[in-house]
């Protein structure tokens, strides 16, 4: 089992900046993955950004590439999720996850089927 709980979500204006924490425990093995998704209102759940606990390789979708950064802390067993020039269509419940058992070295895209209980993100404009 693992459990995920995160923290840092809330509300900025637009081009502002926040941080999200995804604290994990558990079994998680060091060749797992952690990731970030998102789910927007009348909308489908949308992988963000993934990191792999072994060596950091990293995935993000297009919309985050250049304004997002995910990292991990490995002694903390915690992800964070840096969101800069934040704009109002990402407003968003926030999603950590985890794929604690993945073997291959890529990113996982799927597989994830432990969850946090989300945190809202939401931009003005």
């Known amino acids: 089992q693992v459990q995920l709980v995160e923290s840092g979500g809330g509300l900025v204006q637009a081009g502002g900046s926040l941080r999200l924490s995804c604290a994990a425990s558990g079994r998680i093995f060091s060749t797992g993955a952690m990731a970030w998704f998102r789910q927007a209102p009348g909308k489908g759940r949308e992988l963000v950004t993934a990191i792999k606990w072994s060596g950091g390789r990293t995935y993000y979708a297009d919309s985050a590439k250049g304004r997002f950064t995910i990292s991990r802390d490995n002694t903390k067993n915690t992800v964070y999720l840096q969101m800069n020039i934040l704009k109002p269509e990402d407003t968003a419940v926030y999603y950590c996850?985890?794929?604690?058992?993945?073997?291959?070295?890529?990113?996982?895209?799927?597989?994830?089927?432990?969850w946090g209980q989300g945190t809202q993100v939401t931009v003005s404009s």
């Open positions: 996850a985890a794929n604690p058992t993945y073997l291959r070295d890529d990113v996982p895209s799927g597989g994830y089927n432990y």
